[in-house]
């Protein structure tokens, strides 16, 4: 899995990574040498109508993590994709 387009943000200790594995677009971010964040897009690369990218747009997700603070983001992970949490 090589990467189509890698950015090192200037000033920071930052790169952004981007590849496809099948139709999936997976995003890494790293800090340094070690990955701090990663997203899979599943589905990325299949084909929408117009309409279906119209209904899709508005929706858009927008997630929040806190880099460095595990539990935090996990928790507000789970919430959002609507898992409570076992206690």
């Given at each position: 899995?090589?990467?189509?387009?890698?950015?090192?943000?200037?000033?920071?200790?930052?790169?952004?990574?981007?590849?496809?594995?099948?139709?999936?677009?997976?995003?890494?971010?790293?800090?340094?040498?070690?990955?701090?964040?990663?997203?899979?897009?599943?589905k990325?690369?299949?084909?929408?109508?117009?309409?279906?990218?119209?209904?899709?747009?508005?929706?858009?997700?927008?997630?929040r993590?806190?880099?460095g603070?595990?539990e935090?983001?996990?928790?507000?992970?789970?919430?959002?994709?609507?898992?409570?949490?076992a206690?």
């Amino acid at each position: 899995m090589s990467d189509l387009w890698s950015h090192r943000i200037p000033g920071t200790a930052l790169e952004v990574n981007c590849n496809l594995l099948d139709t999936q677009l997976v995003v890494r971010v790293n800090k340094g040498s070690t990955q701090i964040f990663r997203v899979v897009l599943e589905k990325a690369t299949a084909p929408m109508t117009a309409e279906e990218l119209m209904q899709f747009s508005p929706f858009s997700p927008d997630v929040r993590f806190k880099t460095g603070d595990m539990e935090e983001g996990l928790q507000r992970a789970m919430t959002i994709a609507g898992f409570a949490r076992a206690g």
